[in-house]
């Protein structure tokens, strides 16, 4: 079985988790997406660390089944990984992810002082639940 990445991408940060072979989803980190240098040299790191072979990427759904607004960055920035990296990647609907996020994390809604450090959290969650769906799907 591969061992997958999912992503959370955003431009402030992106969030990562990890499935290995026994197909289990779990929170990695959530690194920088401010700054594509440091975003790309710690997606080398964890790629190289996890031995990763694909990718599972969260992909803007809106509510009513079009594509999001922000589907051209995350278009973009899946061009990227599967240029740098020459690994398959998936695209996954990722609506509501972030709000699962919160609420599995028991926190506070945002703007309530919730702190960077959980949004961290919430981004590397999201990315947990974008790829558990994934397997979830593929039936593993």
């Known amino acids: 079985m591969p061992v997958y990445l999912g992503i959370d991408y955003g431009t402030k940060r992106i969030g990562l988790a990890w499935a290995d072979e026994l ?16 975003c790309w040299k710690e997606l080398v790191r964890v790629v190289g660390e996890r ?6 990427v969260g ?9 999001g607004k922000r589907a051209n960055e995350v278009d973009f920035f899946i061009n990227k990984l599967s240029e740098t990296f020459e690994l398959p990647v998936h695209k996954v609907d990722e609506r509501l992810t972030t709000v699962a996020a919160v609420e599995s994390l028991s926190l506070k809604p945002k703007g309530k ?6 949004e961290g959290r919430i981004d590397a969650t999201a990315a947990s639940l974008i790829l558990r769906d994934f397997l979830e799907q593929k039936g593993g």
């Open 23 to 38: 197909g289990i989803s779990l929170p990695l980190e959530s690194i920088p997406g401010v700054d594509l240098d440091i």
């Open 51 to 56: 031995k990763i072979n694909e990718f599972v």
């Open 59 to 67: 992909y803007p759904i809106q509510m009513d089944g079009k594509v």
């Open 113 to 118: 002082n919730r702190g960077k450090f959980a």
